[in-house]
């Protein structure tokens, strides 16, 4: 690790406050798969800004659309009208087929937004008492790092002595939809869950479980809240994972990829009359919707379709599970994984994944663990197979390492 290396980590530990464990290397560029550190070495990112940079880095066509735009208006605030907003609305509804956009900034302000509207719903709708509105949720979820939200954490670095935490959520486990159906009452006004659990290690519930909660809450009046934040844009393999199994939530919460990698943009999206309740003074955002993250988002979504994007997520993604699948590891006690949202878990008794991710590094590299044994790779969807087959053979490598 060169001096300047050394010297930018050691100005964050002095300045920064120490909220995140980041790899001990220093990113001055990127363009496609490929981010380059401050002394020239190249690596594959195998993590994609968790997937905000789903589109690759710098992708020149969202950079493009990103300039123009900011040469010609940035922000209004919604007090007015701008020319982006009603075009990112109408493509965005198009392509998901959605019926109501709500545009915020952060992935948690859009599962903000979506707890404070499902609850509207229930009392004005439903016909739930006021003040008695419940959600339900799964363990070893992860919506994001607001006080609203690690309120119903099972994480204890995630709660712990951050309380008083809002009432109002059931925790269930994930996968299981007998205990969704034990957990509804006539106050449950939302299902909110994850596809997949990200940072969980890349949970996938079993086949037929989301046809079934789907049954459920069409069956009790519930609003089945998809945070589709990581899994959705093409990450799976499909424009949302939901299409896995046929199914539609009700509302549906985008973020990271939605700009490419370029600017924060989340988005709610509901497909009956939730956001429908929400009036002029109830809910906002100033940088909400501005003409900048608009622009960024349609030109992120374009390129998406147009450059075959999730298609390409879905070929490689099955081509990287496969051969992680053929590594003979005595390391490695389960790899999981749909299209390009992956995972290795190891043995207790290999150690932590971070020494492997730290190893990784050293071979060109760029992956994260989460929850000690495991190890995500999530690289930007335009990776070739020869790109995979590349990061194979240095990750088969890595993961027969004797660390005794």
């Not at 349609?298 to 390129?303: N, P």
Request: overall charge negative.
């Amino acid at each position: 690790m060169s001096s300047s290396i050394i010297d930018f980590i050691a100005t964050e530990a002095r300045f920064g406050a120490q909220n995140y464990a980041p790899i001990g290397v220093v990113l001055s560029r990127g363009e496609g798969v490929w981010v380059w550190d401050t002394d020239g070495n190249r690596y594959l990112d195998c993590l994609s800004a968790y997937s905000a940079v789903s589109q690759g880095h710098c992708h020149p066509k969202i950079l493009a659309a990103m300039v123009e735009q900011a040469h010609r208006l940035t922000l209004t605030s919604r007090a007015f009208h701008n020319d982006q907003l009603a075009l990112f609305y109408e493509e965005i509804a198009a392509l998901t087929g959605s019926h109501k956009v709500l545009p915020m900034n952060s992935g948690a302000e859009a599962v903000e937004s979506a707890i404070k509207s499902v609850r509207k719903w229930g009392y004005e709708v439903k016909g739930v008492p006021d003040g008695q509105a419940e959600i339900i949720v799964c363990a070893n979820n992860f919506h994001g790092r607001t006080l609203g939200i690690v309120g119903f954490s099972t994480d204890p670095e995630t709660h712990g002595h951050f309380g008083p935490f809002a009432p109002g959520f059931k925790i269930i486990p994930f996968g299981d939809a007998a205990a969704l159906e034990q957990a509804i009452t006539p106050n449950t006004v939302a299902f909110l869950v994850e596809p997949i659990q990200g940072e969980a290690g890349v949970v996938i519930p079993p086949a037929g479980y989301f046809t079934k909660v789907r049954e459920l809450c069409t069956a009790n009046n519930v609003m089945l809240v998809l945070d589709e934040i990581q899994t959705g844009l093409g990450r799976t393999g499909k424009l949302l994972a939901e299409q896995h199994e046929g199914i539609e939530a009700d509302v549906t919460l985008l973020g990271k990829a939605l700009s490419g990698g370029f600017y924060p943009v989340s988005a709610v999206l509901s497909n009956n009359d939730v956001l429908g309740t929400l009036r002029p003074g109830q809910h906002g955002s100033t940088f909400g919707g501005n003409p900048l993250a608009c622009a960024v988002a349609r030109a992120a979504m374009r390129v998406l379709v147009e450059e075959g994007m999730i298609e390409n997520a879905a070929r490689q993604g099955a081509r990287f599970l496969e051969g992680l699948k053929d590594i003979r590891a005595n390391t490695i006690r389960e790899v999981r994984g749909r299209g390009l949202m992956l995972a290795v878990e190891l043995h207790p008794e290999a150690g932590r994944a971070r020494r492997y991710c730290e190893a990784l590094q050293g071979k060109g590299i760029l992956a994260k663990d989460t929850h000690e044994q495991t190890i995500r790779i999530a690289p930007p969807l335009v990776i070739t197979s020869d790109q995979v087959d590349w990061a194979l053979e240095r990750l088969a490598t890595t993961l027969t390492q004797d660390f005794s």
